[in-house]
């Protein structure tokens, strides 16, 4: 029912540009997350969308229609915001029925509404409460309720979970995910913590300073970001990057040295000439300990955090290079240590100076 | 959006600060060799009683004492004014005051003044008051909206709160006097005869209530608008994608939320219209005939100035709007307590 799109929507205030030529292709049903660093304009492009503030230039439409300056309210659309911003002088059930009331719609479908919102989000027993007098939690249910009893053609939602306890964020995520499955209605969710990202979008856009830095689905952007930026924000913890030195490019396969190692990645790099310097980025969950014999990168140990399940190492090479590597399983390990760290050719990323990913 | 209103960063600390300190530091050293020898006898709670007694003594010279006395007046009579030629009467002074056929009917009572004064001064404050709040809630709403030169504004409403009283009756007699400016502006521009303002019934009791609320308006619209900006923004954008039109998001959201605001308001504004005094007189005097005279001054002239003087009485009817002042008082405290308990919104 709804498919948003934005075409060159630029937002300054006064001298201040904070969106910059924002193109984007939300279509129906999708749960698109916006991510990005604090003050990226994440909020600011989702109250364009949201109608509560106007483009300085550029297109918005909500299944193909223009709504640059149609008032939020006719816009279809429902926001949950980060204070939740109930009113706190009503009761939960007043809170629900508010905006139903404005549009006039008759007390029997109101009544109705908030019914089956108050079964759907288990907020039925509170109905009469205000919401000074709930948890963190439940206070956020309710803000999603009288986001849904509107029936909107999609949710907004600006880091909805962030004021939540981290337990309470985890178990809040998976029903948001439930919900979104039951609804089927266009979600765009906006937050700043990746694995929020990671586990709730079909698509994730990656903002960086008022850009959009790569679109695409979760396992896209870990599997192959865009550029340097996305690959060191994506994944926890993030991307090592190691300098490199093309050794030679050919049609399947680029060789790099890299920390004394000379490495074949199994995938051609499109237009780089042997002697080029590169940034080579791993990830730490894919550099494991080097078996007896193999060859593998001398590192010293500097910081060992044992997490149980696996361990998190902190290494320099010999070279000066920080290296992270997450170890599955628990091992003997202490800062002050050698060790030889392997990975395997086809998990390196490369970039060239300006970020951008070659390979 | 919330990231624009974080606190503002600790100021860093000036050399000049730790140079101010040295003094300072230097005395409080020199204080705590007895204090600290004090406080080993006194106590803890004793200290704190003890840091509480200038205080104390302040309040009780020049508050609780003379309320003793006033009360003490109010059951003597005569007309002179030391305690040692006044004779006992018991309760006759507000059984004089009460001394009425008709309450309805000031001319009726036998303090015919007292009566007049209440009714005049009962009016005042209900116009004043009720006009007072309208006006300074809707400073208040202008004052809240981003306009520019809005700290200018807001400085321009609550000047006239630094004025002293006198200082305001003074200035608008000196505008609404027969030969006063707003006569004279009226003939330059209209080529209107002059006209004696404060010596109409009807323009005087205009006058003493909107120089009051002239004087007083910025104080109570300030109450308001801090009011008015504790409402979080978010909530009107909330209000704005539920589609509620304006007088709604009027009646329904800022209004309630604005209640505490509002209320003290209301006491504190009820308050001080009871005791109006200063302005009015320096106007109009009491004029025209009694037509402005309120509860102060009539307690006022009464006590001090007229020829007919009665202390007793003057004393017995400043304990009866005493008596008024501290239901208000009460009702405040009760009010402000009650918002407490609701602060966690
Ligand atoms: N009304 C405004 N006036 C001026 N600058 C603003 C305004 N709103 C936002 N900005 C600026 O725009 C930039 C982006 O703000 P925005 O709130 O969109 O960031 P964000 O990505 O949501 O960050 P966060 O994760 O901290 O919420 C910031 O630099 C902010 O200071
Ligand atoms: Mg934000």
Redesign the interface.
């Known amino acids: 029912m709804s498919r948003i799109t934005l075409e060159k929507v630029c937002k300054s205030f006064g001298a201040l540009g904070v969106l910059h030529d924002i193109d984007l292709d939300i279509r129906d049903g999708e749960f698109v997350v916006f991510v990005g660093p604090s003050g990226c304009g994440k909020s600011t492009l989702l109250r364009q969308i949201a109608g509560l503030d106007r483009p300085t230039s550029g297109e918005i439409h909500i299944d193909g229609k223009l709504v640059n300056t149609v008032p939020a309210a006719d816009r279809g659309l429902a926001m949950v915001f980060q204070s939740y911003a109930l009113y706190p002088h009503m009761s939960v059930r007043q809170n629900l029925a508010f905006g139903l009331e404005n549009a006039r719609m008759p007390r029997a479908e109101i009544d109705k509404r908030i019914a089956e919102a108050a079964r759907m989000l288990e907020i039925g027993d509170y109905l009469e409460r205000r919401p000074g007098q709930l948890s963190g939690g439940q206070r956020q249910r309710v803000a999603i309720g009288r986001a849904i009893v509107r029936n909107p053609t999609a949710f907004l939602l600006d880091e909805p979970l962030s004021n939540l306890d981290a337990e309470l964020r985890i178990s809040m995520r998976a029903e948001l995910s439930a919900l979104h499955d039951r609804l089927r209605t266009t979600m765009i969710y906006v937050t700043h913590d990746q694995i929020e990202a990671m586990t709730l979008a079909s698509r994730i856009v990656v903002l960086r300073k008022g850009r959009v830095e790569q679109v695409g689905t979760p396992l896209d952007l870990y599997n192959r970001p865009a550029n340097r930026f996305v690959a060191g924000f994506i994944g926890a913890p993030s991307m090592n990057f190691v300098k490199g030195t093309v050794v030679e490019a050919g049609d399947t396969a680029t060789s790099v040295s890299l920390m004394g190692l000379s490495v074949a990645v199994p995938r051609p790099a499109a237009g780089v000439a042997p002697g080029q310097a590169v940034s080579v980025g791993l990830r730490p969950q894919h550099i494991s300990l080097a078996g007896d014999g193999g060859d593998g990168v001398p590192v010293e140990v500097t910081l060992v955090e044992a997490l149980g399940s696996e361990t998190v190492i902190h290494g320099r090479t010999g070279g000066g290079e920080r290296l992270q590597a997450v170890l599955a399983g628990q091992h003997a390990l202490r800062a002050g240590e050698s060790v030889r760290l392997a990975f395997a050719p086809a998990d390196l990323h490369l970039f060239d100076d300006a970020g951008l990913r070659l390979a | ?3 624009r209103h974080e606190g503002q960063e600790a100021r860093p600390a000036r050399r000049s600060d730790g140079l101010l300190l040295i003094p300072v530091k230097a005395v409080m050293q020199v204080i705590d060799v007895p204090l600290r020898a004090w406080q080993r006898l006194a106590g803890l709670t004793g200290m704190a009683s003890f840091f509480l007694l200038p205080n104390m003594a302040v309040f009780a010279i020049f508050v609780l004492v003379p309320f003793v006395i006033n009360f003490v007046y109010s059951v003597t009579g005569g007309t002179e004014i030391f305690l040692d030629q006044r004779f006992y009467v018991g309760a006759a002074q507000y059984r004089d005051i009460f001394d009425c056929r008709s309450y309805l009917d000031p001319s009726t009572c036998v303090e015919d003044g007292f009566w007049v004064s209440t009714r005049n001064t009962a009016l005042f404050v209900v116009v004043q008051v009720a006009l007072m709040i309208l006006v300074a809630l809707v400073t208040a709403l202008v004052l809240n909206r981003e306009i520019a030169g809005r700290s200018f504004w807001r400085a321009v409403f609550f000047f006239p709160v630094l004025l002293s009283p006198v200082v305001v009756g003074l200035i608008w007699r000196w505008i609404l006097q027969r030969q006063g400016l707003l006569n004279l502006v009226l003939y330059e521009l209209f080529g209107f005869e002059p006209y004696s303002w404060l010596t109409d019934r009807n323009a005087a009791f205009a006058a003493a209530v909107g120089v009051t609320i002239w004087a007083r308006v910025g104080f109570f619209a300030l109450i308001l608008l801090a009011g008015l900006q504790a409402i ?1 923004k ?2 009107y ?9 304006r007088t ?1 998001v009027f009646f ?2 800022t209004l ?2 604005l209640m505490p605001n509002l209320l003290v308001v209301l006491v504190l504004g009820l308050i001080r219209s009871v005791q109006v005094f200063d302005e009015a007189y320096v106007l109009t005097g009491g004029g025209p005939g009694t037509s402005t005279m309120y509860l102060t001054q009539y307690i006022y002239e009464k006590g001090f100035a007229s020829d007919l003087r009665d202390p007793g009485l003057a004393a017995a009817a400043s304990i009866l709007m005493g008596a008024v002042l501290v239901v208000l008082t009460l009702v405040q405290m009760a009010a402000s307590r009650r918002n407490e308990k ?1 602060g ?2």
């Open positions: 959006m919330s990231n979080p978010e909530l954008e909330a209000a704005e994608m539920d589609g509620t039109r709604r329904r959201i309630p939320l609701k966690e919104r």
